[in-house]
């Protein structure tokens, strides 16, 4: 059996913190996984990563920002995700279509029937088993990006955009309880990881792929 994981959560939540002591734990576990993320994790991700992400002056329009992100994720699907998942693995994606619904969709005003459709499309309505949450004010957020250094094309955007990124994301979530597991992302690095621990632990547990030490 497969698990597909993903974490989502506003700019300067911690994910990529989470997401490398996660691996962590299932290395130590001996828990065959694969770690990936969006926009990436293929050749042509990397390459649109660079220009809808990294390349901030670069003019995109919304509907330009959207279709970029899909043909990534259409591509991390095809040569990535659906391989590993089908080889029994855990697949960890560091965003997945959620952020398009939250950041295209209630952030950009993109019609959310149509950010549905299309990344139904690309994804051939592959979903995750357990999507990560980790919630945080916006300005919070933004404070903690803007220590890391050049902000990227979307922490350039201004707060008010953030806050309706965050909502969206709230409204994803409570639309979907029994896919989300939604932490408080100012709590501490290790509070945080222990409740992932508990809700991935439990869920490799009860698959056979963990022994009940490992656990």
Avoid: N
């Amino acid at each position: 059996m497969s698990l597909f994981v993903t974490f989502e959560g506003p700019e300067g939540s911690g994910k990529s913190t989470q997401i490398e002591r996660l691996s962590a734990r299932l290395e130590r576990a001996g828990v065959v996984y694969q770690l990936t993320r969006e926009p990436g994790g293929t050749p042509l991700g990397t390459r649109i990563r660079q220009v809808v992400l990294l390349e901030a002056e670069l003019e995109v329009s919304p509907l330009a920002e959207f279709l970029l992100y899909s043909a990534s994720r259409a591509q991390l699907v095809q040569d990535v995700i659906r391989p590993a998942l089908s080889m029994g693995q855990v697949v960890i994606c560091d965003r997945y279509a959620d952020s398009s619904a939250a950041y295209q969709g209630a952030g950009r005003g993109l019609d959310p029937r149509f950010v549905a459709d299309v990344t139904w499309a690309a994804t051939g309505g592959l979903r995750p088993h357990i999507t990560v949450l980790l919630d945080l004010d916006p300005a919070l957020g933004l404070r903690r990006a803007a220590a890391r250094g050049q902000p990227d094309r979307l922490e350039r955007a201004d707060l008010a955009f953030h806050v309706r990124v965050r909502q969206g994301f709230l409204d994803i979530a409570a639309a979907e309880p029994e896919r989300f597991v939604v932490l408080d992302a100012e709590r501490t690095p290790d509070e945080l990881e222990a409740d992932i621990w508990v809700a991935i632990g439990s869920t490799l547990s009860a698959m056979g792929k963990l022994e009940g030490a490992a656990y």
